[in-house]
């Protein structure tokens, strides 16, 4: 039992059977297939696990890290969109993670429950149109932490809280979207990827139903590629060339485009899942008429399941907007025109539903500094802008 004073921190989602038989104490061994069923339905109160005897409850609350508190839900979308924030125990650290529902009828045959998570609280990466990269990095997601987006998702589907006609009652789908680079936090990431996919043991989503968004971290990706599940990556590209992307995605300058999309193809060769990229359109940065040209030659033949046109979201103490909508839709018709299977995409709700950090293009920049590599890219830029 720990000291009363010290908070617990146990990841049930990232131990294993031996540390959480260690947990379990002389137990019978079948307790921790209990323990395990638990989780998998997303109830990670010890409180709540009725078939565990009292005193085995309060000895696993002693030790496991306690589930998130739901701080709020917001809706939009006429309810197809739920956003909550999350307040991780015990770090304290505020998560916001996004339901999209997607009733079956129209052109879509199945119905979809799609979880957007983070991975990491802020981000390292500095890119300067992004609010979450010019706040810096506040800290890592641990694997229950990033799980625990889904499973808190899964619980308010499956209790009816969130009920839409038409929609799942379970979480169909999990995109590593939302605040962080994922592979910048790749234990986190890949910890998490295991779980969800783990049929026995975890949450047996299929893998073909994740997506894990990356900027390019090539040592990253090819991890990612080694776990042998057919995730798909969604990179995010945001410029045609090294020398714009260089700017606007600042970790281009150790990973340029060339070995980003060696490795990108190496994924899609391994896994049999075609690569989505995505590309935040910036007014007067990397919309013209030959960013669209350049770009179409950089994906030719590369077989992209999809290219994600994303207008920029403000982003506070950047001037920078989205290009005009008939900008918007030249920018993408010049790449259908070209063969790319290009569609600007609709947002979710007013700020919610773009790459990754995107997401949180209203997040407050609560270290109330903006990284030096944001601030200079912009500078730069703006000094060429048309
Ligand atoms: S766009 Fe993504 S990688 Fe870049 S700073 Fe924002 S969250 Fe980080």
Redesign the pocket.
């Known amino acids: 039992m720990t000291d009363a004073a010290t908070p617990a921190t146990l990841d049930p989602y990232a131990a294993s059977d031996e540390v959480l038989s260690a947990a379990l104490g002389d137990e019978p061994r079948y307790r921790l297939v209990q323990l395990r069923a638990w989780l998998a339905r997303g109830v990670d109160d010890p409180e709540e696990m009725s078939d565990l005897p009292a005193g085995l409850r309060r000895r696993l609350a002693d030790v496991l890290a306690p589930p998130p508190e739901l701080v709020a839900q917001t809706s939009a979308d006429g309810g197809l969109t739920r956003k909550v924030l999350l307040r991780m125990q015990p770090s304290g650290e505020e998560i916001e993670s996004v339901l999209m529902l997607y009733p079956a009828g129209g052109e879509r045959e199945r119905a979809r429950a799609t979880v957007c998570i983070s991975t990491q609280a802020g ?1 390292a ?3 300067p149109f ?1 609010a ?2 010019q706040a810096g990095l506040r800290g890592q997601l641990t694997v229950g932490e990033i799980v625990r987006q889904v499973t808190v998702m899964q619980r308010l589907l499956a209790s009816g809280e969130i009920a839409v006609e038409g929609a799942p009652d379970h979480v169909t789908n999990v995109v590593f979207m939302g ?3 994922p592979l910048a936090n790749v234990a986190g990431t890949l910890g998490a990827v295991r779980w969800l996919t783990d049929a026995e043991r975890g949450f047996g989503l299929s893998a073909r139903s994740i997506t894990v968004s990356t ?1 390019g971290l090539v040592p990253a990706m090819r991890q990612l590629t080694a776990l042998g599940l057919p995730v798909r990556l969604a990179v ?1 590209l945001h410029a045609p060339d090294d020398a714009l992307r260089d700017d606007l ?1 600042p970790a281009n300058r150790s990973h340029p485009l060339a070995e980003v999309l060696a490795a990108a193809a190496e994924h899609a060769e391994a896994t049999g899942r075609r690569v989505t990229f995505e590309y935040v359109l910036i007014d007067g940065i990397n919309d013209q008429p030959e960013h669209a040209e350049r770009l179409a030659a950089l994906l030719a033949g590369r077989g992209a399941a999809h290219l994600n046109l994303i207008p920029m979201n403000p982003t506070p103490g950047v001037s920078w907007t989205a290009p005009p909508v008939a900008a918007q839709r030249a920018f993408c018709r010049r790449l259908t025109d070209a063969g790319l299977p290009a569609t600007i995409r609709a947002n979710r709700g007013t700020d919610i539903d773009a ?4 997401l949180y293009a209203t997040y407050q920049l609560r270290s109330g500094r903006i990284l030096p590599a944001a601030i200079g890219a912009a500078e730069r830029l703006d000094g060429t802008r048309r």
């Open positions: 981000c990466m500095g890119c992004c979450t990269g605040m962080g680079e900027i995010s995605v790459a990754c950090g995107q």
